[in-house]
């Protein structure tokens, strides 16, 4: 049974899923400097090309290759342009269970892209890759994560309290760090049954099924 990820690319109508390439240095270090994802995410700011050129040549492959996670490049897939990263983290092989996190680029937000990339991650764990379960954790007050959480089906289990660090503006425009809660999400492969229906008949974004 494998222990690491495949280099996968995952298609749906709107979006692709594929490994991360330096082509995506520019975009992805502008998308790491935006406020809300130093809000929410421990990422250094401020954040540079350089930063983001060793997390595509170096980071990223490290953690497929030791089996520890997967990052992806969400990219639309007319225009091929950049619009937000999936991550898995903390995998257990032995449980088939992995932690999922996405962050959608400030100028792609509001079109459902976020639901979309998880959405169809998820899938390929439960379906290709024979996951039973995929852990969810967001920052108490970070509205719009819990609000994907819930769309893809997931099942808030509980609260880690004061176990998240997120950060606030200070007066003289540095970060300071502020504890917050976590809130754990879980979804199970019999969590899908019914959502991705549900979430086509509402508009929310077409279905899809093809991964490589």
């Known amino acids: ?35 809300q994802v130093a809000a929410w995410t421990d990422v250094p700011q401020p954040f540079t090309e ?13 953690e497929r290759e030791s089996g520890r996670g997967l990052d992806l490049a969400v990219a639309e897939f007319l225009t091929q342009r950049l619009v937000g990263i999936v991550q898995l983290t903390r995998t257990n092989w032995h449980i088939r269970s992995t932690e999922l996190s996405y962050i959608i680029a400030p100028w792609a937000r509001g079109e459902g892209y976020a ?32 609000q994907v959480a819930q769309k893809i089906g997931c099942i808030s ?9 997120a950060h ?17 999400w879980s979804l199970l492969p019999e969590d899908l049954e019914g959502t991705v229906d549900q979430l086509a008949d509402s508009g929310g974004f077409p279905t899809y099924s093809h991964w490589n």
Do not use: Y
């Open 50 to 62: 350089d930063g983001a050129r060793t997390w595509i040549t170096e980071h990223a492959p490290t």
């Open 168 to 184: 606030v503006r200070t007066e003289d425009g540095t970060w300071a760090d502020v504890r917050t809660d976590f809130i754990v």
């Open 115 to 146: 639901s979309e990339a998880a959405l169809a991650t998820a899938q390929w764990l439960f379906g290709d890759q024979k996951f039973e379960r995929i852990e969810l954790r967001t920052a108490a007050d970070n509205t719009a994560s819990q």
């Open 157 to 165: 289990e509980g609260v880690l309290r004061n176990a998240c660090i």
């Open 1 to 35: 049974m494998t222990s690491t990820f495949p280099n996968i690319s995952i298609s749906t109508e709107r979006l692709v899923l594929r490994p991360l390439d330096e082509d995506d240095v520019t975009a992805l270090a502008e998308m790491m400097n935006d406020e």
